[in-house]
């Protein structure tokens, strides 16, 4: 992405170079300059984001929004970076445990914090001013809503997520993985299939119907512990991060995603097919419609078209021009996309 | 603060900056076509298409000035009626490295296209964009319709 300051803008980057002298060393004071200007959306405090947070606050970024809902729990402890033990006693909310901790390596960080929950419209809403989206919830309808409202206001967004699958008491795959959305480049959560759409259309439903979804076998149980690792999340947060700060200096990232497989200590990038024809990213979709797009929200579900099924065969798929492997398969080591985690 | 910006997409920041290329003597422009993001943070053109000018759409193309024929800019006008789209003008200027906008783009864009589009396409926001030989070399401002006086676009993204 390159971004160009007009002669007479007023947006003027302020930051002291003693702080980040070392960042300037190795990437200049240009870069230092668009760091400090941008302004970055992160969908919620959890394990993966709150490492995020803090990646942006010592990059020195200053303006930062945050949504979350929950609070800690003593089996957060394990992974939340700047949570306390009397955090999971005290309940504590998980988006003051990130502010905290921003706030402790910049008091004059401007903290957006939205106390609730991403799928309703008017927390929603305050993302459309941001110039990054990072989503890092474990929720696959929350990853189609920030897909949705990035595409349709202009905001390239990395979804990331880490994982691992135990069978019969038994690490069998951990890993995770980046994926880097950017309008125009013929492909989003939606129509690369990512995410399964039945598991993001239960978030939606009240939950009576949800339950009875859930009984009736159309959806999975509810939802479970799932296995988590501090220190594969810092690791895949770092990835998105590392790749945040060469995008915005107009590095050409010539792939999409980015996927550790973390027991065989082996990453490799991706590029996901490109198709015509979709309803979000496709250029009669909602791709830079901006606020004429009705966002993927608690409110708007009932009246959104919102595909029970995708049938990829619908998307034309065009040919890919990028380097890079295509995206890894369920089969493959170290996979993690949402339906194994 | 409120950020007020225009984005491009790739491909249509290619087209202009080559279409601008071709011509080294007299200024060129040409328009593009955006639609809004706003809240209170943010005012964000999106530019969906870029429409440039064929020859004869040029009422005057000179080094200094460039104005456009009625039927040229009516058609866009329409556009953004019908299309509810919003209005970037962008022009270059050739001889500099550095695009800034003249004291004729003050004035024309004050007294003439800020409050002629406020007229008689009510509801259209209008942004205008010069670029030097450099195309990243730019200025860019808007007319705002609730203050009714020009301020300065904070940002130019391209994605």
């Known amino acids: 992405m ?154 390239p967004h990395f979804n990331l997520k880490s994982g691992a699958v135990v069978e019969n008491g038994k690490l069998k795959s951990v890993g995770g993985q980046v994926i880097l959305i950017r309008p125009d480049r013929g492909f989003c959560l939606q129509c690369g299939n990512f995410f399964d759409i039945k598991e993001a259309r239960a978030e939606f439903m009240d939950p009576e119907e949800a339950k009875r979804q859930r009984e009736m076998g159309y959806v999975k149980g509810e939802t479970v512990p799932q296995p988590a690792v501090y220190a594969l999340n810092m690791m895949v947060a770092s990835w998105a991060v590392w790749m945040m700060m060469l995008y915005v200096l107009d590095q050409d990232l010539d792939f999409d995603g980015i996927s550790v497989d973390a027991l065989s200590f082996q990453s490799r990038v991706w590029s996901e097919e490109r198709r015509e024809g979709c309803d979000v990213c496709g250029k009669d979709g909602a791709l830079f419609r901006g606020d004429e797009v009705q966002l993927l929200t608690r409110e708007s579900y009932n009246s959104l078209h919102f595909p029970e099924n995708l049938d990829r065969s619908s998307y034309k798929k065009e040919g890919t021009e990028n380097k890079g492997d295509t995206k890894p398969t369920e089969e493959q080591p170290g996979c993690v996309l949402t339906k194994k985690i | 603060m409120m950020r007020t910006e225009i984005t491009f997409l790739k491909r249509h920041w290619g087209e202009l900056t080559t279409y601008f290329s071709l011509e080294s003597e007299n200024e060129s422009g040409a328009v593009a076509l955006a639609k809004l993001v706003r809240n209170d943070q943010v005012l964000r053109f999106l530019v969906r298409d870029i429409v440039i000018p064929k020859e004869e759409e040029y009422l005057e193309k000179t080094p200094v000035s460039i104005s456009f024929t009625a039927d040229f800019m009516e058609r866009n006008f329409q556009r953004c009626e019908r299309e509810k789209m919003h209005l970037v003008n962008i022009h270059n200027h050739p001889f500099s490295k550095v695009g800034s906008f003249s004291p004729i783009d003050d004035t024309e864009d004050k007294k003439t296209k800020g409050p002629y589009v406020e007229k008689w396409v009510p509801g259209t926001e209008q942004a205008f964009m010069v670029m030097g030989n450099n195309p990243e070399k730019l200025d860019a401002r808007f007319w705002s319709l609730e203050s009714r006086r020009l301020s300065p676009i904070d940002l130019v993204k391209v994605m």
């Open chain 1, 2 to 155: 390159k971004l160009i300051s007009p002669i007479s803008s007023q947006l003027k980057a302020v930051f002291d170079e003693h702080i980040y002298n070392r960042t300037i060393l190795a990437l200049g004071k240009e870069a230092q300059a668009i760091y400090s200007n941008l302004r970055a959306g992160v969908t919620s405090c959890g394990g993966l984001a709150c490492i995020v947070i803090e990646l942006l606050s010592r990059l020195g970024l200053t303006d930062i929004l945050l949504c979350e809902f929950d609070h800690v729990e003593k089996s957060n402890l394990n992974r939340l970076l700047g949570a306390h033990f009397y955090d999971g006693i005290l309940k504590t909310p998980k988006a003051l445990v990130a502010a905290r901790n921003a706030f402790s390596i910049n008091p004059n960080i401007n903290l957006e914090i939205v106390q609730g929950d991403f799928l309703e419209k008017k927390n929603q809403e305050k993302f459309k001013s941001v110039d990054i989206l990072f989503e890092c919830s474990d929720s696959p309808a929350l990853s189609f809503a920030a897909d949705r409202l990035c595409l349709a206001c202009g905001i």
